[in-house]
């Protein structure tokens, strides 16, 4: 039988079958809240039915609410009142599960009488990730069923665990034949009637806690839970309710959920999940363009880019080949790549096979010539116009006709290695972030000549290979480190003026960054791209070099480092800054927190404006997306663009002027800030 457009009701005997289909994800619309609440209305009608089996069509169960309802007034039924209707159903009520049960999914599947799922489905309430928590009972109910500790381990994680784990926890019931979901659940609902126990409310189990747990739980996640919202309510909605009546824990979680939706954190963090999706919609692209074949991929380059370059292949099952100008070098970046997958096999993340697998998907060489099979190049060699270019024209020789060529520059003009070969349309950036094989974001570099169909395979590959794919123009330093370029000259011009590397660090480590620029920096190595025979020492950094300070890996750079890697303020460099800043002529000064934090950032805001406007970058949240997801800006402020347009871009105009007076040029404002703050508009309207 039909209920609507997207929910059946159907027999089995006497057990009743409600299935939803409603792709992609059988998302918890105001659709289907109303179809599955009429099946169940007549199911409870009909005396002949014993049982009812819950499940979907397609893909997956219900894999959460529908996001696009959220801050809107709600529809009834709401997922609370359709709860209701299922826990309070007068005959056995199974929730059948396959693909992903998350959220209001899973929250809905807690209110059913049993669980069943095969045993490739997971299971998850992933709600932190948005900056929310469980709001329609899952902080009361699933503590219930897996206990405290387990329950506030999944909700602030929002990681989603294996049919295997939930059966052992007690989430599920039982698990079905992998293929067999239909036959299983019936058969399960058919015992379950056939039985004739009271039926169970998860509501009516206690909830119970070990003293000391809550305490102890926020000061082992400490480092993971700083800056953010929505775990500390999570775990207060569960602490909360020991001493409470269900119904007043339901309440109280309502109100903690409501005080994070209407936060700041959860705006934030839904821009960037709206945001990473909208990167893949690309205006430069003719609907419905094909994609080239890339079946064998070549990387120039075993080094640690390189390597982590060809993993991202391996790991999809595709061939690559990796070029090296030496057998040293070419062992040893196989070698390192071996040690990763084997260090993944070690914490469980593959299997052994699995390492071998994706090992045989790799072939060394030290012939460039082998690579003459391959779809696609990929260089990472370095970073100098002169080697690229020289490089690319070999290539272009080697390569066959129509293999896509690709430079992982960071910085240099992609449009003059295009230049350099007889396919500039053929030719583009593929910006990969170190670690290659952990970082997730891409910049797809369109240069000039580039073809439409080589872009839109670069953006098809960046999605196979589990890449946030966002493309940008091209300019020095395209979108992402053209804005670090801006924040750094600020770090170092207040470190010049009067703060400290630590100073600088702190502010933006308390803003929500993992680190500062400095010892970001001391990270990285002080001295990767510095040339002894070509220091001046026209900067701090110079200096620290001509030292022999390069950063932690010699035991001290801005900072100075014990045997551990424990940084502490270097009394060196100290003397280095104030000599420089004397050796500038410049009077050293007092310089707060603010001054600190809108310089570096504001910067960066009116960077992006520019390449904005420039038409680098297609829409401010592309802008967002990359510095997210390879640049460390905290996700819970939405990204420079985001985090601008929620300051004012009239507070944002106004502080850019009064900086513009006090330090230059640099911060006159961009047109298209002045542009926007006049038509009333933000940096999400341009």
């Known amino acids: 039988m039909q209920i609507n ?28 809240r109303t179809g599955v609440a009429e099946a169940m209305a007549k199911a409870y009608a009909d005396d002949t039915v014993a049982a009812i089996v819950l499940m979907c069509a397609g893909r997956t169960f219900f ?86 500790e387990r329950a506030l381990e999944m909700m602030t994680s929002g990681e989603p665990i294996g049919a295997d784990e939930a059966e052992r926890i007690g989430l599920f019931d039982r698990l079905a034949a992998e293929g067999a979901l239909r036959e299983d659940a019936v058969a399960f609902a058919r015992a379950v009637a056939a039985a004739g126990e009271p039926l169970e409310k998860v509501r009516d189990r206690p909830l119970t806690a070990e003293p000391g747990l809550f305490d102890a739980f926020r000061a082992t996640h400490a480092r993971r839970f700083r800056g953010l919202t929505a775990p500390e309510n999570i775990i207060r909605s569960v602490e909360q309710a020991i001493p409470l009546s269900f119904e007043e824990g339901l309440t109280n979680e309502r109100d903690l959920f409501r005080e994070l939706l209407d936060g ?11 945001a990473e999706r909208q990167a893949a919609r690309v205006d430069a692209l003719p609907k ?31 061939p690559v080949t990796i070029v090296e100008t030496r057998q040293e070098a070419l062992d ?43 779809d696609l190049v990929i260089e990472a060699v370095f970073e100098q116009m002169d080697v690229k270019q020289d490089l690319f024209r070999r290539l272009d020789a080697v390569a066959k006709p129509g293999a896509i060529l690709a430079t992982n520059t960071s910085y240099l003009d992609v449009d003059a290695i295009a230049a350099v070969t007889g396919r500039p349309e053929s030719v583009l950036g593929l910006h990969f972030f170190s670690p290659a094989n952990v970082m997730r974001l891409l910049e797809i570099v369109n240069a000039d000549k580039t073809d439409p169909a080589v872009l839109a395979t670069a953006v098809a590959l960046a999605r196979t290979i589990g890449k946030v794919g966002v493309v940008v123009g091209n300019c020095f330093g395209f979108v992402g480190n053209r804005m670090l ?3 750094h000259a600020q770090a170092e011009a207040v470190v010049n003026e009067g703060a400290m590397p630590w100073d600088v660090d702190r502010v933006i480590a308390g803003f929500g960054f993992a680190m500062g620029p400095f010892a ?26 001509e030292m022999g300070r390069h950063g932690q890996k010699t035991g001290g750079g801005y900072y100075d480092y014990d045997e551990k890697r424990t940084a502490t303020p270097s009394p060196v460099a100290e003397r280095a800054v104030f000599d420089f800043s004397a050796e500038q002529g410049i009077e050293r000064r007092a310089v707060s927190d603010d001054e600190i934090r809108d310089r570096c950032l504001l910067a960066m805001v009116n960077e992006g404006a520019k390449i904005l ?13 990359v510095w997210i997801n390879g640049y460390g800006w905290p996700p819970y402020r939405g990204g420079p663009m985001f985090w601008a347009d929620q300051v004012g871009l009239p507070v944002v105009l106004e502080k850019l002027n009064a900086l513009a007076a006090a330090h230059g040029d640099v911060f006159v404002p961009s047109p298209l800030i002045e542009r926007l703050v006049g038509s009333g508009k933000g940096f999400a309207d341009a």
């Open 264 to 274: 700041p954190q959860s705006a934030a963090l839904r821009h960037v999940f709206f």
């Open 63 to 148: 894999a959460g609410a529908d996001i696009t309802e959220l801050g809107k007034p709600p529809i009834q039924p709401d997922l609370r009142a359709l709860q209701r209707i299922v826990e309070d159903a007068p005959k056995p009520v199974i929730a059948a599960m396959h693909g992903t049960a998350l959220g209001g999914g899973l929250e809905l599947a807690l209110v059913a009488h049993r669980r069943i799922a095969v045993p490739s489905a997971k299971c998850g309430l992933p709600e932190v990730k948005l900056g929310l928590m469980p709001g329609a009972g899952g902080t009361q109910r699933l503590p219930r069923v897996v206990g405290a």
């Open 613 to 625: 406007d420039e038409g680098i970058a297609q829409r401010a949240s592309d802008i967002d997306t």
């Open 288 to 318: 419905g363009i094909a994609t080239l074949p890339v079946n064998r991929v070549g990387v120039i380059g075993a080094g640690t880019m390189g390597g982590g370059i060809a993993m991202n292949f391996a790991n999809v099952g595709l």
């Open 485 to 487: 370029a801006a924040r």
């Open 520 to 545: 970001m920096r001391d990270l990285v190595g002080l001295d990767v791209g510095w040339k002894r025979e070509a220091s001046t020492g026209a900067t701090v950094r110079e200096v620290l070099n």
């Open 332 to 374: 040893r970046g196989l070698g390192i790549i071996r040690r990763n997958y084997e260090n993944s096999a070690k914490k469980g993340k593959l299997t052994a096979d699995q390492v071998e697998q994706r090992m045989a998907c790799l072939t060394g060489s030290l012939a460039l010539d082998d690579l003459d099979d391959c």
């Open 5 to 32: 457009d997207v929910t059946t009701l159907d027999r089995d005997g006497a057990i009743a079958i409600v299935t939803i289909d409603s792709p992609p994800v059988n998302a918890l619309s105001a659709t289907v």
